[in-house]
């Protein structure tokens, strides 16, 4: 019989990119017809979307972790990146320390789910215009023909609890968010995108179901909704520990019956952040500093205070484009310095708002930023008049 806890050590990735990723392992498979097992993975480059069904505590945030875990380890972020929506207890916000992941966004955050649905969007179209331009069927081709700095990543698309994303997003703009989703899932499958969700049984029919090549199912509440997902409850073994999954791969054919994995020994949450924080620093000792642009897409959130020297460290790459830059703030999906070029945009430049909007403070880092000798070497003369 499976044990009921499987310990993944995630493997080592080549350093760079290559042609041909590895699948991602996230537990592993009994075959006992064969008396064997076989690990259970997730294919990006063959396989398609993935749902994971099952009720609270039955292990899906926990399976999720795992493969983020996983892929990290599998791959390097020059050939695979990750996006997340989080819609249950924030257990995916530890994500966002892989190199690979672009953003983690909650539900509550309607703001930044508009905005990393739209990059991917956006980014999917980018690519079909790309592959068809060039010729190419499938990613799996532009991978295999193009140089290396050249190869399109593969995109994995978390998302967590999708019930929860219908109970804030279906009634928001008449369901636009959803049928994004939706939208995303059925146009990117052919340009590198996976998607893995998790949820209740309202993902085991429908429209989203639709999307969906493959489905784990773990330990339901209610038995009877097993058989949204074709599986008759004789088949359910009496004992379904968290994390235990079933898979029906065809009609008449005996259940594939699985158990996801954790990282390290410990199953505790507390544990599993910390094997994905470590993860995380492996990542970020080896591959540093990524070229912008073969990173991940970001949606960042604006900060409720920064500093000058906070502001203009967040792009290291970043140079003035003359003597005359000043800077204003910080923006961008991509948090950067955002600033006017007196030089070539000015001569006058106002800032404006009411009392208390942030007025002085602005004209100060302006200034600020055009006596920085790193800007303009500390030549720019500045004429303050003060009423």
């Known amino acids: 019989p499976l044990p009921e806890q499987v310990r993944l050590a995630p493997r080592t990735a080549a350093g760079g990119s290559v042609v041909d990723i590895p699948a991602i392992p996230f537990g592993i498979t009994d075959l006992p017809a064969v008396q064997s097992r076989e690990p259970l993975a997730l294919d990006l480059a063959s396989g398609g979307h993935l749902y994971l069904a099952g009720s609270a505590q039955s292990g899906r945030s926990t399976a999720l972790r795992t493969i983020a875990g996983s892929l990290a380890g599998a791959c390097s972020p020059y050939d695979a990146h990750l996006y997340a929506i989080d819609c249950g207890a924030n257990a995916l ?27 991917l969007s956006a980014e999917v179209a980018r690519r079909q215009q790309l592959l068809a331009e060039a010729g190419f069927a499938s990613l799996a081709e532009q991978r295999a023909a193009v140089a290396a700095t050249d190869r399109l990543p593969w995109m994995l698309l978390l998302l967590d609890r999708w019930e929860g994303f219908l109970g804030a997003f279906e009634h928001y703009d008449y369901g636009r968010l959803v049928d994004q989703t939706l939208r995303l899932l059925r146009e990117g499958a052919a340009v590198g995108l996976r998607a893995v969700f998790t949820g209740d049984r309202s993902g085991l029919g429908g429209q989203v179901s639709t999307v969906f090549d493959r489905r784990l199912v773990l330990r339901m509440s209610d038995p009877n909704d097993y058989g949204y997902a074709g599986l008759q409850e004789k088949q359910v ?19 594939r019956e699985s158990q996801i994995g954790i990282l390290g020994d410990d199953p505790s949450g507390t544990s599993q952040v910390a094997a994905l924080q470590e993860i995380a620093r492996h990542g970020l000792a080896r591959y540093g500093r990524l070229p912008r642009r073969q990173r991940p897409l970001h949606v960042d959130e604006l900060p409720v205070r920064v500093t000058y ?12 484009p003359s003597a005359l830059w000043a800077l204003v703030g910080v923006g961008g999906d ?54």
Do not use: K, W, Y
Request: some cysteine.
């Open 237 to 255: 073994p009496a004992s379904m520990p968290p994390g235990r999954a079933l898979e029906a791969v065809a009609p008449g054919a005996p259940l």
């Open 309 to 320: 020297r906070e502001a203009m460290s967040l792009d290291a790459d970043f140079l003035a």
């Open 334 to 387: 991509t948090l950067a310095p955002v600033g006017i070029d007196l030089l070539n945009e000015g001569p006058g430049f106002t800032v404006a708002g009411p009392p208390r909007s942030g007025r002085s403070t602005t004209l100060r880092t302006i200034v600020h930023s055009l006596l920085d000798p790193a800007i303009g070497g500390g030549l720019v003369p500045v004429v303050l008049l003060t009423p």
């Open 93 to 119: 916000l530890p994500l966002i320390g892989l190199p690979h992941c672009g953003a983690v966004v909650t539900r509550d955050q309607l703001d930044r789910c508009e905005r990393l649905l739209t990059a």
